[in-house]
C-alpha cells in the first residue's frame, strides 16, 4: 500500500503542475497531426501520391512499394521521438526528488515508518509509470495511426518506446542522483540535457581519441564514452533498426543501463546518509 | 536509561554539523528521558538545538555520537517509527494535495489501514476545527488551517508518541486552546507528548517536566512544578470596593505593587506577612484571599540563560561551537 500511494503521489503531483497534461498535449499534437495532415493513396502496394498540410508530395517512378515507405516513414518518426519523448520525459519528472527534499516536506515524509531506500524507489516506480503510460500513447498511437493508414504492421517500431523507455530510466537515475545530492530542479534537468548533447560527439570516440596527442586525453574521451550514457548511438541503431537494420548492439544498451543503475543506486546511498 | 518505563531515551548526544571547513556543535552530549505518558517541553533560545535533537530521536539526522531511543529502538530503523506522530516547525504539505488527500497519503504512508482511514479522517478533520475544509486544497489554506491539518497528520495512526515542533506557531488565541484542548485529550490517552516550543506560557499549561537546552547542552530540567518555586511574593486579595495605599505600605520598606482591587508584595518572611495582614485589618481593610505567586517559567528560562551566558562570558568557553549559524535548526 505504501509503494501504491507513492505512485498516486507521483501522478497527483504531475497532474497538478500540468507536466502530465503538458505531456499529453504535445503527444496528442503530435498525433493529430499525423491523423489529419498525412494521407496517403496506396494503390497495387505501392504508393501513388499522398499530401501533408494538403499539399501534395512528389513520388518518384511508379511508386516505391509502400512497406519501405513505412519503415523509412517510421524510421524518421522513431528519430524524433526518440529526442522529443526523452526531452519531455526528462522534463515531466526533473522536480521529483528536489520537490521531494523540501525543507518542510521531506519531514513529513521521512519520519513515517517507511525506509528512505523504500521512499526513493516508490517514487522512482511513480515517475516509470507515469513516463511509460505517456511513451505508450504517443509511440503506441504514432504506431496505430501509420499502420491504419497504410495497412502495413511494422512491429520493430513498437522497439522504440521500449528504448526511449530504457535511456530515460538511464537519465532517470542519474536526475535522482543530482536531485539527492543538489536539490535543484534546473540542475536536475539540465545535467541530463548536457550528458544527451555530448553523447553526440562520443559516438566518433575513437576518431577524437585517435586526434588526442596525450594518453591523459585519450583515456578521459574513451572513459566518458564508457561512462555515460550512449543516447546518440542507441538512437542511430533506434532509427537503422526500425528500417529494416540489424538489431541494436548490446554493449552501448548496457553500458547505457548500468549508468543509470549506478547513478540510482549512489541516489539512494546518498539519500539514506542524509541529514534532513 | 532504557528501561520499559522510558518512551524516549538521549544519552551523550552530540551533533555536528560541517559547513565547508566550519564545524557547527548543534548539540553536545545531551542527556534526557522521558517517561511513557509524560508532557515534556523543551525550551531553548533559537539555535539551542531543539530542532536538531527532534530530528535525531525521528531518524531525520544522524548523531555525531551518544545515543537515541525510542520505546527503546534506533529511530533510524523504519519499523521503530511506526505510531510515532511529529508536526515540524514550518512543515509543508504538498500544496496540490486537498486537506484529505494529504492525510490519507501520509496515513498510507504510516501504513494504516483504508478502512480506519475512512473513519479516521473526517474524526481528526472535526478534532482540529477543518470540518467542512478537508476538500480545498492546501495551497490554500491560511498557516493558522495548515498547523491544524499537521496536528491532524501527527495524529493520524493514533500514536503512542507525539513529537510537536511549535504546535501552536501561527495559530489564533482560540486555534491555541483548541490544540491544548486536543493535546490535553490526546495525553488522557496515554500518549507521551514531547513539545518543542518558544511559547513558555502553553509550555507550562500543558507540560509535566520540562529541560531547558543552551548552546546545546541541557542546562535545567524537571517539573514544572520544581522549576517554578514558590516565591516570597504573594497576592493579597481585597473585599469588594476596598483598596489599600500602597504608598503607605512602601514606606514601611515593603515591595508592593496594587491594582484591580489586590496587592501583590515580597516580604521577607512569614512573619513579615502577617504582620502586614494585621496592619491591613486594623485599617478595617476586608482581606478575601492572601496567595503565595511562584515564579513564571518565563522568569526561570530567562535567569538560566542570563546565568549561562555570565558564566560563559567570565569562562571563554569552547571555541569551536558555533550556534548563532544553526539558527533555526
Not at chain 2, 530521536?57 to 531511543?69: K, M, V
Not at chain 2, 495582614?277 to 478595617?284: E, G, I, Q, Y
Not at chain 2, 571555541?319 to 535548526?329: E, N, Q, V, Y
Request: with cysteine.
Amino acid at each position: 500500500m505504501k509503494t501504491w500511494a507513492l505512485i498516486v503521489d507521483t501522478w497527483r503531483e504531475a497532474l497538478a503542475r500540468y507536466t502530465l497534461l503538458g505531456f499529453v498535449a504535445v503527444s496528442s499534437l503530435f498525433l493529430l497531426v499525423l491523423i489529419f495532415a498525412l494521407n496517403l493513396d496506396i494503390v497495387d502496394g505501392a504508393l501513388a501520391a499522398g499530401t501533408l498540410f494538403g499539399k501534395a508530395f512528389e513520388v518518384p517512378g511508379n511508386g516505391p512499394a509502400i512497406a519501405t515507405v513505412v519503415a523509412t516513414g517510421q524510421s524518421v518518426f522513431a528519430g524524433i521521438l526518440y529526442v522529443l519523448g526523452v526531452f519531455l520525459a526528462v522534463f515531466a519528472t526533473g522536480s521529483q526528488v528536489p520537490n521531494l527534499q523540501h525543507r518542510g516536506t521531506v519531514d513529513l515524509y521521512v519520519t513515517r515508518p517507511i525506509g528512505r531506500t523504500h521512499l526513493l524507489l516508490g517514487r522512482f516506480l511513480g515517475a516509470v509509470t507515469l513516463v511509460t503510460a505517456n511513451l505508450l500513447f504517443l509511440c503506441g498511437g504514432v504506431f496505430v495511426i501509420i499502420s491504419a493508414k497504410t495497412g502495413v504492421w511494422n512491429p520493430r517500431f513498437l522497439v522504440a518506446a521500449a528504448l526511449i523507455l530504457l535511456v530515460f530510466l538511464s537519465y532517470l537515475g542519474f536526475m535522482y542522483l543530482v536531485g539527492v545530492l543538489t536539490s535543484s530542479t534546473p540542475l536536475s534537468i539540465m545535467l541530463p540535457y548536457a550528458l544527451y548533447l555530448l553523447s553526440v560527439p562520443l559516438v566518433a570516440h575513437d576518431r577524437i581519441a585517435a586526434a588526442m596527442d596525450t594518453r591523459l586525453g585519450v583515456g578521459a574521451v574513451q572513459t566518458l564514452y564508457w561512462v555515460l550514457p550512449k543516447t546518440a548511438e542507441i538512437g542511430r541503431d533506434l532509427t537503422g533498426y526500425v528500417l529494416g537494420r540489424a538489431t541494436p548492439a548490446v554493449l552501448p544498451l548496457a553500458t547505457t543501463a548500468a549508468f543509470g543503475a549506478v547513478c540510482l543506486g549512489a541516489a539512494i546511498i546518498a539519500f539514506n546518509r542524509k541529514n534532513f | 536509561m532504557d528501561t520499559d518505563s522510558t518512551a524516549i531515551s538521549v544519552s551523550g548526544l552530540s551533533k555536528e554539523y560541517r559547513h565547508g571547513r566550519r564545524r557547527l556543535r548543534a548539540l553536545d552530549g545531551v542527556n534526557l528521558a522521558v517517561g511513557h505518558g509524560e508532557v515534556f517541553g523543551l525550551l531553548g533560545a533559537n539555535g539551542a538545538g531543539k530542532t536538531t535533537l527532534v530530528k535525531v530521536l525521528l531518524g531525520l539526522a544522524r548523531p555525531t555520537s551518544g545515543e537515541a531511543r525510542v520505546r527503546g529502538r534506533d529511530p533510524r530503523r523504519s519499523a521503530a517509527r511506526r505510531r510515532i506522530g511529529y508536526l515540524p516547525e514550518g512543515h509543508r504539505f504538498p500544496g496540490y494535495l486537498t486537506g484529505e488527500a494529504s492525510l490519507r497519503l501520509f496515513g498510507r504512508l504510516a501504513g494504516v489501514a483504508e478502512q480506519d482511514l475512512d473513519r479516521r479522517i473526517p474524526e481528526l478533520l472535526e478534532l482540529v476545527g477543518l470540518a467542512g475544509r478537508g476538500g480545498d486544497r492546501v495551497g490554500r489554506y491560511s498557516k493558522g488551517m495548515t498547523q491544524r491539518l499537521g496536528l491532524a497528520g501527527a495524529l493520524l495512526d493514533e500514536p503512542d508518541i507525539l513529537f510537536l515542533d511549535e504546535p501552536t506557531d501561527g495559530v489564533d488565541p482560540v486555534g491555541r486552546r483548541q490544540i491544548r484542548d486536543v493535546l490535553l485529550a490526546t495525553r488522557r490517552q496515554g500518549t507521551t507528548i514531547f513539545i518543542n516550543s518558544h511559547l513558555l506560557s502553553e509550555v507550562e499549561r500543558t507540560c509535566d517536566r520540562v529541560a531547558i537546552l543552551h548552546q546545546g547542552r541541557v542546562v535545567r530540567q524537571g517539573t514544572v512544578e520544581d522549576l517554578t518555586r514558590p516565591t516570597m511574593r504573594y497576592r493579597i486579595r481585597l473585599g469588594e470596593g476596598q483598596s489599600a495605599a500602597p504608598g503607605r505600605l512602601a514606606g514601611e520598606g515593603l515591595d508592593v505593587v496594587a491594582g484591580n482591587g489586590s496587592l501583590e508584595v515580597e516580604v521577607a518572611d512569614l512573619p513579615a506577612l502577617n504582620r502586614l495582614v494585621d496592619r491591613l485589618r486594623a485599617d478595617h481593610l476586608l482581606i478575601a484571599e492572601v496567595s503565595p505567586l511562584r515564579a513564571a517559567l518565563e522568569d526561570v528560562f530567562i535567569e538560566v540563560l542570563e546565568g549561562e551566558t555570565r558564566a560563559a562570558s567570565s569562562d571563554h568557553g569552547p571555541l569551536t561551537t558555533d550556534h548563532d549559524a544553526g539558527g533555526g535548526r
